[in-house]
């Protein structure tokens, strides 16, 4: 089973709107990781927030992390049609690597 | 420009030959590592090197196998590729556990 998962497969916005995608995890973390994948491409990091934190932006991003529920989400604002990709948080355990979730294909509609 | 560039994009294979899928990273990191994508799967770990010729199998190290030896290049074989080994591979590259870069990936169809 997927030591980080969203809990969502699919979201639409338009463009202008908010959009929050949730990821739950399961093991106990060091940090936790947001990455993008447009159709084509590689994933690409977004936000890195660490166990001590509590909330990290950037840009038009924002993460939380809630160690106490073993979760968190990440929160685009003012949606852009160029944000429509995957989006996947992700572990580190014992430094072995990435574990990914699923992902959430999120789709912003003009 | 820091980054992690994979050769070749595309590659169609028969079965039962062998397949040499390449990456670089020009950031001297240590560690790098080798996924591969399907759908409905997400991203699973192939192989993890910790430097030159430090390597250690990740979850699905089956059928693959993995060279070092320069620190900026980091390859995936293929002894006799099989049906099931199609799909899109990643190769990544990191500093410690947290800064991570990918490849945009290499498109593998064996037929």
């Known amino acids: 089973s997927q030591l980080a998962e969203e809990n969502l497969w699919a979201l639409s916005v338009h463009e202008g709107e908010s959009v929050t995608v949730n990821c739950s995890y399961k093991t106990s973390i060091t940090a936790l990781q947001w990455y993008r994948q447009k159709s084509g491409e590689g994933p690409a990091q977004l936000i890195l927030i660490r166990s001590n934190e509590r909330e990290k932006r950037n840009g038009r991003l924002r993460a939380t992390l809630d160690t106490s529920s073993q979760s968190s989400s990440l929160s685009i604002t003012a949606t852009r049609c160029e944000d429509t990709a995957v989006y996947f948080c992700a572990t580190a355990p014992y430094a072995q690597g990435l574990t990914f979730g699923l992902g959430t294909r999120v789709s912003v509609f003009p | 420009d820091m980054k992690v560039t994979q050769m070749p994009r595309y590659l169609i294979k028969r079965m039962g030959e062998n397949v040499l899928l390449e990456c670089g990273q020009d950031m001297s990191h240590e560690t790098m590592y080798w996924y591969r994508q399907d759908p409905g799967l997400g991203l699973q770990l192939i192989y993890i090197s910790y430097d030159v010729d430090s390597n250690s199998e990740g979850d699905i190290p089956k059928g693959y196998r993995v060279s070092r030896k320069k620190r900026e290049h980091f390859s995936l074989i293929l002894d006799s590729a099989k049906t099931n080994q199609t799909s899109v591979y990643f190769c990544?590259?990191?500093?410690?556990?947290?800064?991570?870069?990918f490849g945009s990936g290499t498109r593998l169809l064996v037929i």
């Open positions: 990544a590259s990191s500093s410690g556990d947290s800064d991570y870069t």
